[in-house]
């Protein structure tokens, strides 16, 4: 069975940092491109930034460009997400996604983030 | 303000058909595939149509995806009171280098 569990999330002060973790099983990880999606309380889909199945290439939403950082370590079949000089508006659920056929195809539950002091 | 749009509401009876619409432009839905989701209350998104009009496996024929120009379209035939969810489409945008999500449209069978 396909899994993506997150960790890491938790309650940070504004301009603090957190790591984000995806563990993933069930498939040949290093063979897909992935992402991070967010979604705030109550509100609709986010897409935070993406990354190559070697690791070589980058995306991220202007949003977060230049404060957040993928990355991951295929031989641990992990995804990450460093977060830095985090704002309240961060606040939000993290999805890591496993990314096929240019959509996002299997989900993981989620790891809650907020931001306040 | 989502790159993609899509009415905030749907709604129909059971058995009946809805369609919810994704207006885009030449730089992400016309020249890219779209994807649509399936949010159920209190769950993670799910995977309904890629590639336009494509299902993954496990996903019935009840739905389905279309697209034309700059706008996609998912229907729901059969409806039922387990498809009451939020449904958001995707696609990359070649203008941000991002991929774009519609702000979502929640369906409710009456």
């Known amino acids: 069975e396909v899994q993506l569990l997150e960790s890491g999330g938790g309650l940070i002060q504004p301009g603090g940092s957190l790591r984000l973790s995806c563990a993933a099983s069930g498939f040949t990880f290093k063979n897909y491109a992935m992402s991070w999606v967010r979604q705030a309380p109550g509100k609709g889909l986010e897409w935070v930034s993406a990354?190559?199945?070697?690791?070589?290439?980058?995306y991220y939403a202007d949003s977060v460009k230049g404060r957040f950082t993928i990355s991951r370590d295929n031989a641990k079949n992990s995804l990450y997400l460093q977060m830095n000089s985090l704002k309240p508006e961060d606040t939000a659920l993290y999805y890591c996604?496993?990314?096929?056929?240019?959509?996002?195809?299997?989900w993981g539950q989620g790891t809650m983030v907020t931001v306040s002091s | 303000q989502s790159v993609l749009t899509q009415p905030p509401s749907v709604s129909a009876a059971p058995g009946q058909k809805v369609t919810i619409s994704c207006s885009g432009s030449s730089s992400n839905i016309e020249n890219n595939y779209v994807s649509w989701y399936q949010q159920l209350p209190g769950t993670a998104p799910k995977l309904l149509i890629y590639?336009?009009?494509k299902r993954p496996s496990g996903i019935p024929d009840r739905f389905s995806g279309s697209k034309s120009g700059t706008s996609a379209t998912l229907g729901i035939t059969g409806l039922q009171t387990g498809d009451e969810a939020d449904y958001y489409c995707?696609?990359?945008?070649?203008?941000?280098?991002?991929?774009?999500f519609g702000g979502g449209t929640k369906v409710t069978v009456l």
């Open positions: 995707g696609t990359w945008d070649s203008s941000l280098s991002a991929r774009v």
């Open positions: 996604v496993k990314m096929s056929s240019d959509a996002f195809d299997v």
């Open positions: 590639d336009n009009n």
């Open positions: 990354i190559s199945t070697s690791g070589s290439s980058t």
